[in-house]
C-alpha cells in the first residue's frame, strides 16, 4: 500500500511537469513542422514569458489589487502578449531573412537570437534568482496520519488543467479552424499552399505567435511552481522540452504532449526512486535510446519520397 | 487576357527558354506542346511566379506579373497543376478544397473565434463551393477520405476541382493527362472543354497526349529545344513541316 502510495506521488508529480514540458514543446514542433526548423530561441520566449508575468504580478501587488482570479489573467495574458511578440519578431529577425538558405544559417541566426535575449534579460533584470510568488497555495492530503501520505498542491492541479485546456484549444484550432487548416497545408506543401494563394509568410508567424503563447502560459505555471526564476531559467526547460518533442516524434502535435508526460513521469520516477542528480541522465538516456530504436520519435510519421 | 513576350530564362549558361511569346485571350485553351526537355514547363513556372524570368515580359490582364510572388499571381486569377499530382495528402478531399479557399474567407482572427454570423455564412458559402465542384468531378461520396488514398485518376480529378475552387480566370494545366487511361483522358478532355464553355475560364495546356491536344485546343504553341518552333490552329501545325521534323525527325 505504501509503495503504490509513493509511486502515485511520483506519477503525479511527474505528470505536472511533463505537462509544462508539452507545453513548451508544442512550439517546437509546430515550427519544425512548418519549416523543418528547430527555434533554438523558444526557451528565451519562455524563460521571457516568466519574467513579464512576474512584473505583471508584482505591478498589480503595487497597486494594491490582489484578488487572485483577476492577478492570474492579467499576468497570463501579459505574459502571452510578449512572449508572442517576441515569438514574432524571432522569425522576422532570425528566419525569414535566411529562410531558404542552408540549414545551418538559421540554425545559428536561432541560436544567436536566444543567446542575445538571454544576455538582454541578465541586463534588465540581474543574473540572480528573483523569488516569484506562489499565488495558489495549499492542497490536498490523502492517506493515513502515521504513514505515507500523497499529497497534491492547488498549484499542481491548476498546472495539470491549464494544460488540459490549452491542448484542446489548440487541437480544436488546428482542426477546426481556418487558420489552423492553413496551418496542416503548408506543413504539408508550402509550395502549393503558396500558389493556391494562401499567405504562407502569415502562417509562419502564426505557428511562431501560437507555439510562444503556449510557452509563456508555462513560464508563468513553472515560475509558481518552482517559486524562482533567473535568466538561464529557459535554457534547460527549452532542452528538455526539445527532448520531449524529438521523443514524440517532432511535427506531431500529439506526439509532443505524448513526449512531454513520458519524460516529465521518467525524470519524477527517477528522481523518486533513484536519485534526483540521475534525472537527467535517465531523460536524454531516454532520446538516445529512441532514437535508436524509432528514429521518427513515437508518432513520428516517417517522410516517404513518392518516385 | 494572358500575354507573353520574348520571355527567356536562364540558369547559368543555359538558356532553356529563348524569346518566347504567346497569347490567350478569353474563353480560349491555348496549348503548349514539344519534345522532351523543350522548355514548356519552365515557361508555365515563370508565369506561375515559380522562376523569375531572365528576360521578357508576361502580361496579365495588363499588369505586368514577372517576378511577383507566386501568392500574389494566383490571387489574380491564374492557377496551375504540377506534373505530378501535388495534393495535401494527409487532409481530406473536401478539406482540400476548403483551404483552396482560405483567401477568399474573412482573415480576421477575432470573428473566427467568436463564429460571427457573417463568418459563419462564409464558411457556409466556401463549403457549399466544395461540395458543388466534389459533385461536378464526382468525389462527392470521397469527401471525408484522406486525399493521399484516392486514386491516381481521382486525384488528378480533385486537383482541378482545387484550382476550380479558387474561381480562376486563367487555368494552367501542366500535363494533366499523365498517367491516365484512355478512358479517363476522354473523361478530362470533357472536363476541360467544360470548364472552359461552362465556366468561362481560360486554359493553358502542357500536354504530350496529341489525341487530347488536336481535339480540345483552339490554339497551339510549338517549342522545340527553347525557342518558338510554330503556332497556329490544331489543323495548321498538324500540316506544319517544321513541326513534323522536330517530332518525327529529317525524314
Redesign the interface.
Known sequence: MQDLLYFSQQLINGLTIGSTYALIAIGYTMVYGIIGMINFAHGEIYMIGAYTALIAITGLAALGIAWLPLVLIVALVCAMIVSSSMGWAVERVAYRPVRGRHRLIPLISAIGMSIFLQNYVHLAQGSRNIGFPALIEGGFRFGAADSFQISISYIQITIFLTTLVCMTLLSLFISR???G??C??VS??L??????????NRIISATFVIGAALAAVAGLLLGMYYGSIDPLFGFIAGLKAFTAAVLGGIGSIPGAMLGGLILGVAESMTSGYLSGEYKDVVSFGLLILILLFKPTGLLGKPEVE?I | MLEVQNLSMRFGGLLAVDQVSLDVKEHEIVSIIGPNGAGKTTVFNCMSGFYKPSDGKILFEGGEVQGKPDYKISRLGMVRTFQHVRLFNRMTVVENLLVAQHRHLNTNLLSGLLKTPNYRAREQKSLDRASYWLKRVGLLDLANVDAGNLAYGQQRRLEIARCMVTEPKLLMLDEPAAGLNPSETRALNQLIVSLKEDYNVSVVLIEHDMSLVMDISDRINVINQGRPLASGTPDEIRNNDDVIKAYLGEA
Do not use: P, V, Y
Open positions: 479552424s481556418r487558420i487548416r492553413a496542416r497545408a504539408q506543401d509550395g502549393m499552399a503558396n500558389l493556391l494563394g494562401i499567405d504562407t513518392k
